[in-house]
């Protein structure tokens, strides 16, 4: 039983296409996060919701969409992808205030 | 603009030696630090943390030291064992933004049998 679960796992794609990236937890956490993993490997936070509120934003442009049906769930939506576009995904969540986050296994997509 | 470092892409150790893995940070507003290991195709996951009004906290095998007037914090793993061999990432969060997580671009470690 998974965690934090994320599909799709690898997604390769053409400039200018949209595509989505599912993000599911089963913990119960309150909060949960978008990580973008550069090719310089930092793992820079995009999002973070926190009962499906947006809590953090960060300079991320206007294409990344996230969007929190429910708690247990953070989607991203990506417009008119971009080849800089391409790195790994990571979704990871926690209850507020706690500092341990679980995160899953990351989506690696490479736009082509 | 990377306010949390790890200078050392990668280290190599023999098992049963100490791994030793070094965290450097330039915001001093940071209040709370954490090491995450990740293996190949997972996501990380946590190891260790230490509040900034303590140097040192351990867990088993593994110690975190904080030395705050250096902006630096260091991961020792005694004795490292080939199963340790992952990428570590070091974190750290601002103490007005317990949600706002800065990382490293992490350290690959790898225990040599």
């Known amino acids: 039983d998974t965690a934090v679960s994320q599909t799709p796992k690898y997604l390769v794609t053409q400039m200018g296409n949209d595509k989505s990236i599912k993000c599911e937890q089963n913990?119960?956490?309150?909060?949960m996060y978008w990580y973008k993993q550069d090719s310089k490997k930092f793992l820079k936070i995009m999002f973070s919701?926190?009962?499906?509120?947006?809590?953090i934003n960060e300079t991320v442009p206007n294409r990344f969409s996230p969007k929190s049906p429910d708690k247990a769930h953070l989607n991203l939506h990506i417009n008119s992808l971009e080849l800089g576009d391409s790195a790994v995904y990571f979704c990871?969540?926690?209850?507020?205030?706690?500092?341990?986050?679980?995160f899953g296994p990351g989506t690696r997509l490479t736009v082509t | 603009d990377q306010q949390v470092k790890q200078n050392s892409p990668s280290l190599s150790v023999q098992e049963g030696r100490i791994s030793i893995l070094n965290c450097d940070y330039t915001?001093?507003?940071?209040?709370?630090f954490l090491w995450y290991k990740k293996y190949p195709a997972e996501g990380p996951t946590f190891l260790i943390s230490?509040?900034?009004?303590?140097d040192k906290n351990e867990d088993g095998r593994f110690t975190v030291f904080l030395n705050k007037s250096a902006k630096h914090l260091s991961l020792h793993i005694v004795p490292s064992q080939p199963g340790d061999s992952a990428v570590y990432f070091c974190a750290a969060l601002p103490r007005n933004n317990f949600n706002k997580f800065y990382f490293g671009s992490g350290t690959k470690l790898n225990v040599k049998p």
């Open positions: 913990l119960g956490h309150d909060t």
């Open positions: 919701y926190n009962n499906k509120e947006l809590i």
């Open positions: 230490i509040s900034s009004i303590k």
């Open positions: 990871a969540s926690s209850r507020l205030a706690n500092y341990e986050q679980y």
């Open positions: 915001n001093s507003m940071f209040d709370y």
